[in-house]
Structure formats: structure tokens, C-alpha cells
């Protein structure tokens, strides 16, 4: 039969490839289809049919490896698609991300600048709050100087009218001193 059923190098490969798991004793069943195969063989009086049958099979294996293939690549066509698909799903979430991320950083920008610009009118606020102490210290030293001063001009005034007086008294004083000299 192997001689009648010509088997390339090729389809063998294939054949182990396809077969994960190790040869296994056959079953009943496959022996029947064995034993069907063979009695169909020997039942043929043509060689012709015979040789037409065994092409009809290759045929037919030959279509089965071709489909299994097919569903081999079918399967590996749809792995990468599906691969290619969660790679641009997370390419494009990426995208989404760094575009977030930017309009973060821009946001970021914004506020800080805000926050330099609060952070300056509280220190010209303080600034100002500070030159307004200090003008209000150095207007009540003024104004105690002011005070201090006006005082002074109560007592300097106290001061001439009380000189004036003496000299009133000295004047008078000294034509009461000629007059009794005379």
C-alpha cells in the first residue's frame, strides 16, 4: 500500500507538525476505516481505478492539510491582527495620554504663572503694608515731635513774656534807684 500511495517529504512534515500529541494505539473505529480502505483496495479489479482512488485521497489529504494550513494561518493572521489591533488601540491611547499630559502641563504653566503673579501683589501688598507701618511709625514720631516742639514754644513764649516782665521790673527798678540818688 505505501507503494501504491505515494507520500512526499512534504506532507509528512506537515502531518508532525499538525500532531501535538504522541502517536496512540488506534480505535476500533479507526481500525474498521483501516480495514474498509484496504478491503476497497483489494476489491478493485482496475488498476486504473484503483490509482484514480488514490489520487481522489491524496487529493482530498492534500485539501485537508491545505485547509488545516489555512486555518493555521486564519488563526495566526488573526493573533497579529488582533496584536495589531491592541497595538494601535494602545497606541492611540498614548497619543490621548500625551495629549492629556500636555494640556496638563499647559494648565500647570497657567496656574503656576497665576500663582507668581498672587504671590507678587501679596509681597507688593506686604511691601506697601511694611512702607505703610513705617510711615505710620515715622507720622507719630512727627506728630510727637510737633507736640514736643509746640511745648517748647509754650515754654519759650513763658520764657520772653517772663524776661519781659524782668525787664519791666529791672527798668522800673532803676528809675526808683535814681530817683532816690538824686
Known amino acids: 500500500m505505501s507503494s501504491l500511495y505515494p507520500r512526499t517529504k512534504e506532507l509528512s512534515r506537515s502531518r508532525k507538525s499538525q500532531s501535538d500529541s504522541p502517536p496512540s494505539s488506534p480505535s476500533p473505529t479507526a481500525k474498521n476505516f483501516g480495514h474498509d480502505r484496504t478491503s ?22 492534500t485539501r485537508r492539510e491545505n485547509r488545516l494550513a489555512s486555518l493555521g494561518k486564519a488563526e495566526e493572521e488573526g493573533s ?10 494602545a497606541l492611540t491611547e498614548n497619543v490621548k495620554l500625551k495629549s492629556k499630559l500636555e494640556e496638563s502641563k499647559d494648565e500647570l504653566g497657567k496656574i503656576r504663572s497665576q500663582l ?29 515731635k510737633v507736640s514736643q ?25 532803676i528809675r526808683v534807684i535814681s530817683k532816690l540818688s538824686k
Open 116 to 144: 507668581d503673579k498672587v504671590t507678587q501683589k501679596q509681597n507688593k501688598i506686604s511691601e506697601k503694608s511694611t512702607v505703610l507701618e513705617t510711615e505710620k511709625k515715622e507720622k507719630r514720631a512727627l506728630e510727637r
Open 40 to 61: 476497497r483496495l483489494d476489491s478493485s479489479s482496475t488498476g486504473d481505478s484503483v490509482t484514480d482512488r488514490l489520487l481522489s485521497r491524496t487529493s482530498s489529504y
Open 149 to 173: 516742639m509746640e511745648e517748647e514754644l509754650k515754654v519759650l513764649n513763658d520764657f520772653k513774656s517772663d524776661n519781659q516782665r524782668l525787664k519791666d521790673e529791672n527798668g522800673a527798678l
Open 80 to 89: 497579529a491582527k488582533d496584536f495589531k489591533k491592541m497595538y494601535e488601540d
